[in-house]
């Protein structure tokens, strides 16, 4: 009966353990954020490696500035696919059986990324930017830690269904 009950609580909890990843993006963004938001002017940069700056910038499109300029409704645009998008991986996450933790792994780091910029994208309208790579004058969008555990959240799904291709 109580192995009955606990099988029943672990499937309609799944993957919810790994909450503790995304929350751990959100926190480490934010921090990260604030401290950049907090230290420069906006565009400031600080050069750290002859490829990488710390600058200032603030998005308020996605990525890559996509309609940053359109006016203004793209921020409740791109704060109503970001909920959703919350939503809808925290579902999956829910559901995915307690053996697949690659999968678990990545989308908390997606959802972690999706919930950091949501926050700006709320509190101030913009999402907040500074890490900046560059080489040979050629310099990469800035970005910030929760676009980085999109990022890296994505590349590990793609590796997952190349490695299992039958899985997804």
Known sequence: MTEAINE???QA?????WL???AVVVIIDQITKLAVDGSFEKYERL???PFF???LAYNEGAAFSFLAGAGGWQRWF???IAVAVSIMLTLWLRKMPKTDWWSAMSVSLILGGALGNL???VVYGHVVDFLDFHWQGYHFPAFN???SGITVGAAMMILDMLRNPGKH
């Open 8 to 10: 029943k609580t672990d």
């Open 13 to 17: 909890v799944g993957m919810l353990k």
């Open 20 to 22: 503790w990843l995304t």
């Open 47 to 49: 050069e750290i490696l």
């Open 53 to 55: 700056n710390l600058t």
């Open 78 to 80: 791109f704060t109503a």
């Open 119 to 121: 926050y700006d994208r």
């Open 145 to 147: 830690i929760a676009d």
